[in-house]
């Protein structure tokens, strides 16, 4: 027999303790139970809302999996873009490394999301802590700063190419005032102060695209155990 749940409306089968769809608890009739309550095993299991997180289990599973995640995430790995991809893999794992220690084995989409933004967040910071190390050994330590210098310096002059054929199309005035401003910039970006603010700003926005893909690798983690255990049930 199949009832319907009363957040989401999606059907039940008559024996579950929890929605399939949205995690919420359900109460759970048992004909055979000679005084008409549940058992002390059903009791138990619906005793854990689905959509909390036990943190302690979910912190070690979020770390055992932020550590390679933000390695090859980080400037030193030959991934590029792939990374992205394997920080969603990693907190989608995370999750299930956590639902496999919990009773009943399932979360719900917004408790994955959660344990993926941890993992994330985790992963970010070392990715972000590796990649800025790396910069300062390779400059300062393995002295290779002309060389740095020199490939930002064309970086720049390329980027300010691009900006003068734009202004190019302008009316003078605007041509004008657009040069000012390109020269400025050019300026600035040439600076100490200026590589270093480029390069923070590039590894903290890597850092919080780590973080979206995260938290949207553990709800969909999440959304793929529950589909799982649908069509198990």
Not at 81 to 101: K, T
Not at 162 to 181: F, I, K, R, V
Not at 195 to 220: D, I, P, R
Request: include cysteine.
């Amino acid at each position: 027999m199949e009832i319907t749940c009363n957040r989401c409306h999606q059907p039940v089968q008559a024996d579950n303790c929890f929605c399939p769809a949205c995690g919420l608890p359900q109460l759970v009739y048992t004909p055979d139970s000679s005084d008409g309550q549940v058992p002390a095993e059903r009791r138990n299991e619906a005793a854990r809302d689905a959509s909390l997180v036990d943190w302690k289990p979910a912190m070690r599973a979020a770390l055992v999996l932020a550590v390679p995640a933000g390695l090859l995430s980080s400037g030193l790995s030959p991934l590029g873009l792939l990374g992205l991809v394997w920080m969603a893999a990693a907190a989608a794992w995370a999750v299930v490394l956590y639902v496999r220690s919990q009773s009943p084995a399932w979360i719900t989409a917004g408790a994955g999301a959660r344990i993926g933004l941890v993992t994330g967040l985790l992963a970010a910071w070392l990715a972000f802590t590796v990649s800025g190390g790396a910069l300062f050994v390779e400059r300062y330590t393995l002295h290779h700063a002309s060389q740095i210098d020199s490939e930002w310096k064309s970086r720049v002059e390329m980027s300010q190419q691009m900006t003068q054929e734009w202004a190019s199309g302008l009316e003078p005035s605007d041509a004008s005032e657009a040069q000012t401003l390109r020269a400025q910039v050019q300026a600035w970006m040439m600076s100490p102060w200026g590589h270093a603010g480029v390069e923070v700003f590039s590894l903290a926005f890597n850092a919080v695209f780590l973080v979206f893909f995260a938290a949207g690798g553990g709800a969909l983690g999440a959304r793929l155990l529950a589909r799982t255990r649908r069509t198990s049930v």
